[in-house]
């Protein structure tokens, strides 16, 4: 006998705006015909989990057939938001943070960095975190050093290697494999290297930004890292969002354009495995979002509670966390739903004020 399968197609948009649960087996196809990427893209249903919580399988045309993402929110994010370190009204902190994202609630002390580093950036494999760069507290000056710890087991980092180059106010993104740092602070610099995270040891090479820029902001899905916003070398803001496969070395290429430019910090990893959210920068309260995996520009999300800048976030592809400003300091704790575009809401504090937090934020999973 035989049987037809049926299968549900809409733009990758639709898809998120209408976030339904699909059915036990059923499949929901994601196709754009502005679509840069090379292979088609579904998600199938377990009869309970929404469109957003679902992770992709893609289609790798000429090569393996279809692959899954890994277990997309479940994986890739995971529902223990980090906050790594950052700067205090006086001083800075070397101790993490972490909250469960599905729990609104205040932070709780994890464990220790390393060093006491400010303007760094953190990467995560779901199982690992990876915090490289900033500026060290003992001298004030740029450092390549990176850490790690199991996001499972509360303690202190280890030390993990370094970066190719000494610099903070640093963007990172990447996949469940592989993390990427992105500009830097000494000369708004154009570098990009990376890191294999299972595998402890230094960076290397992965291209150039087209534009150097230091604050920078970032997201990132299973296959694209976005590093957008940020200042350039004459101290001026901009909306440049560019973008790299994460499993390809090379130089960036031109996404599109953030709603409005804006510096002076940014944010961590936002986002499911479509959306990308970047939030704040300046004194800016505006949060504006993209699918990733289709080059364009911005569109406004809402706003945050109030202007912030110097931030750390983190999602467990469904709740998107913004954490600390660089505005007077700050130790309240934003929260969005990453499907639904709107303003954002109180989550609960960090352990203490943070200024300088910028792009150290991670999450993955509690067990």
Known sequence: MAIRLQMRKDSPAVWD????????????????????????????????????????????????????????????YGDRGLNIGGQPPSGSVSHISYVDITTLANAQDFGDMVASNRGHAAVSSGSIAVAGGGTASSSGESVNDMGYFAIASLGNATDFGNLTSARSKIAAAGDITRGIWAGGYDGAVNIMDYVTIASPGNATDFGDLATGRDYLMSAADLTFSLFGLGENSSNSSTNIIEYVTTQT????????????????????????TTRGLFCGGGSSNVIDYVTIATPGNATDFGDMTSSKSDTACCSNGTRGLIMGSSQWGEDMIDYVTIATPGNAADFGDLITLLYNAEDAGASGNAA
């Open 17 to 76: 705006s209408a976030n339904p649960a699909l059915l036990a087996g059923e499949i929901g196809y994601a196709w754009d015909s502005a679509d840069s990427a090379s292979f088609g893209r579904i998600k199938i249903g377990d009869g309970t989990s929404t469109w957003t919580q679902l992770a992709y399988f893609y289609s790798s045309g000429d090569s393996a057939g279809l692959y899954s993402s890994g277990g997309g929110a479940s994986s890739f």
């Open 249 to 272: 070395t090379g130089n960036a290429a031109d996404f599109g354009d953030a709603t409005t430019s804006r510096a002076s910090g940014g944010t961590g990893v936002i986002g499911n």
